[in-house]
């Protein structure tokens, strides 16, 4: 039963995996909070990508050091 469990799991991340890489996630050069969040977002929601999901994080603004 375990390993039913685990072959499902594995399955339905490389399935996210495909969505994030064609979506262009992947080979995105911008790093920042939304985009990392965005794409481990894609990534787990898996199948749910190809039935409409479009799962995409906001990030609160940082706070600027004072000068």
């Known amino acids: 039963m375990r390993s ?3 072959l499902v799991i ?3 991340l490389v399935i996210g995996f495909l969505a994030a ?12 909070c939304a985009s990392v969040g965005t ?8 199948p749910l ?3 409409g999901t479009n799962p995409e994080v906001d990030c609160p603004p ?3 050091p004072s000068e």
Not at 21 to 32: A, C, F, H, K, V
Not at 39 to 45: D, K, N, P, Y
Request: net charge negative; proline share 3%.
């Open 4 to 6: 039913a469990i685990s």
């Open 10 to 12: 594995v399955v339905w």
């Open 21 to 32: 890489w064609q979506r262009g996630y992947l080979t995105d050069s911008e790093q920042s």
């Open 39 to 46: 794409t481990l977002v894609t990534v787990v929601s898996g």
């Open 49 to 51: 990508n190809y039935v």
């Open 62 to 64: 940082v706070p600027q």
